[in-house]
């Protein structure tokens, strides 16, 4: 698997649905995660990519798209 | 040592329910209560200070705790919410309480102040000898103004909590606390001196889902305890959703977090000791073996404190 179909297999996870946003689309503002899900988010790419993400870098912004979440994957390597 | 004598809170009159919220702000009311917990917060009256809020508090503390004004060593006021830059509200309120001399001081600490007051006091009843702890916050002063944030004006409420610790025995000893800052996030959660308030929803969930956990283990993992022998947490009621987060993070029913934001929604700094008062006066507190704080508010501070039941005094 590639880091974005894990990402999107993350995601698809913690929305329970079917469909999955375009890779530069706004999780939050497309209404794919709110403010209580994208914690769950979180701790699911913690687990898909077995890392841990430091407090320093749980900002909205490094999660609010597909292809934001794997620019900050690739940034861990 | 120090030691837990009684805790007291004050609510004013007016109850403010999400349908009367709903209309000036354009929402759907069963919205706010989903996302929150919250169905109903108070305002006060356009007459009442946040050092009358506290004065009320604080004599409520007194009465449960059997004791006079005149008893008292240090006051310790919490509030984010204060009408003026300076000075705070500590002094007016030793002043309400009819106390000359006395040392007040105020700790401007939003949502966790009354924890971190709480620790302090711990460290600080040695010297000063009974130490009550205020937390008053006036948040519909401020979450109101315009132009309000609408997804942010429904969740404060107002009111406030008060906290006696002493030297001699209590109800619960204070055993530990842990306490952390962190100015990364600083204007993630902020009021300007003449700005609507300010939060980033989003990054504040996501901190404090983590760092209230975090301390609440740091805390009972220093003392040997295990979560599940803990039988009630008491920390800042900022949503339900983020009380139920935390409650799953360290592994123990949901149930164990006394929770009262349904009926009052987050107020602030004094919501802690708010929900410690109710929780007080329930017959569940006389059979307690501990309790463990915590809190989670803008700066970002953050922390825990752990107490243990105490001489079994009697209340």
Redesign the interface.
């Known amino acids: 698997m590639t880091d974005q179909e894990k990402i999107i297999a993350a995601l698809k996870r913690v929305t329970r649905k079917d469909t999955v946003p375009a890779a530069d689309e706004p999780l ?1 503002d497309s209404g794919y995660l ?3 899900a ?2 769950d988010m ?1 701790a699911e790419i913690e687990k898909e990519f077995s890392i841990k993400i430091p ?2 870098d ?3 912004r490094k999660f609010e798209s597909i292809d934001r979440i794997t620019t900050y994957i690739e940034s861990k390597r | 040592m120090a030691w837990i004598r009684a805790f007291g809170a004050y609510l004013p009159a007016r109850v403010v329910a999400n349908a009367e919220l709903a209309a000036r702000y354009g929402w759907d009311p069963d919205w706010i209560a989903r ?1 929150t917990g919250i169905e109903e917060r108070r305002y006060a009256a356009d007459t009442e200070s946040v050092a009358d809020l506290g004065a009320a508090a604080a004599r409520d503390c007194l009465a449960n705790a059997g004791m006079s004004p005149s008893d008292l060593g240090l006051i310790l006021v919490s509030s984010g919410s204060s009408e003026r830059r300076f000075p705070g509200p500590a002094s007016s309120i030793a002043h309400a309480l009819g106390l000359q001399g006395v040392p007040a001081i105020d700790f401007p600490l939003a949502s966790a102040g009354s924890l971190f007051a709480l620790a302090l006091a711990d460290r600080l009843v040695p010297f000063h000898g009974n130490v009550l702890i205020v937390a008053a916050e006036k948040m519909s002063s401020i979450a109101t103004r315009e132009p309000a944030d609408r997804n942010i004006a429904p969740l404060f409420g107002d009111g406030a909590g008060a906290c006696l610790v002493t030297p001699s025995e209590g109800a619960f000893r204070i055993v530990d606390s842990v306490l952390h800052s ?1 100015g ?1 996030f600083a204007s993630d959660l902020q009021l300007g001196l003449d700005a609507p308030l300010q939060m ?4 504040v ?3 404090a ?3 209230i956990p975090a301390a609440i283990s740091e805390v009972l993992e220093r003392n040997h305890v295990a979560a599940p022998d803990i039988p009630v947490f008491i920390m800042h009621q900022a949503n339900q ?2 009380i139920d ?1 935390v409650a799953r993070a360290i592994g123990v029913p949901s149930e164990r977090f006394f929770s009262n934001i349904r009926r009052n929604g987050n107020t602030s700094s004094a919501s802690m000791l708010i929900a410690a008062a109710e929780w007080w006066n329930s017959e569940t507190s006389r059979s307690a073996t501990g309790i463990c704080f915590a809190g989670f508010g803008a700066g970002f501070h953050w922390g825990a404190v752990l107490a243990t039941a105490g001489s079994g005094i009697s209340r």
């Open positions: 939050f709110d403010s209580f994208l914690p979180v407090d320093s749980l900002t909205p | 996302m962190d990364a980033n929803g989003l990054t969930i996501l901190q889902g983590r760092k959703n983020l987060r």
